[in-house]
């Protein structure tokens, strides 16, 4: 009887430890380290486009979450004259970070859920 209990209770423990992600959407959040104020237009891998305004330099966005893969960032900050395009090419059960750099380059990192 003992035996049967330890077996349920590591089969139990497996699941709940286990259970992860199960292909869940990406998710995105920018982070305004650069110059000044940025304006971003993300067109998704699904073909709809989403505009995120207003992100204050020092400032990060809202978290959101989009369908998986090439995720198309045109990033408009007040201080340059030409926008930056940033693809982001995202995974399911992912959450990443686009970073607007000092510099006012863009760089992204990603964390598995």
């Keep these: 009887m003992k035996f049967f209990l330890l077996i349920l209770f590591l089969s139990l423990s497996l699941l709940l430890i286990g259970c992860g992600c199960d292909g869940e959407d990406p998710s995105v959040v920018l982070k305004n380290n650069g110059t000044a104020k940025a304006d971003i237009q993300v067109k998704t891998s699904n073909g709809n486009t989403e505009n ?7 400032t990060t966005s809202e978290r959101r979450t989009f369908k998986a893969g090439n995720i198309e960032f045109t ?16 995974s399911t059960c992912y959450d990443y970070t686009v970073t607007i750099n000092p510099d006012n380059t863009v760089t992204s990192s990603g964390k598995e859920r």
Aim: no cysteine; proline share 9%.
């Design 52 to 58: 995120i305004n207003n992100v204050m330099p020092g």
């Design 75 to 90: 990033i408009n900050i007040q201080s340059v004259n030409d926008p930056v395009v940033y693809v982001l090419q995202s």
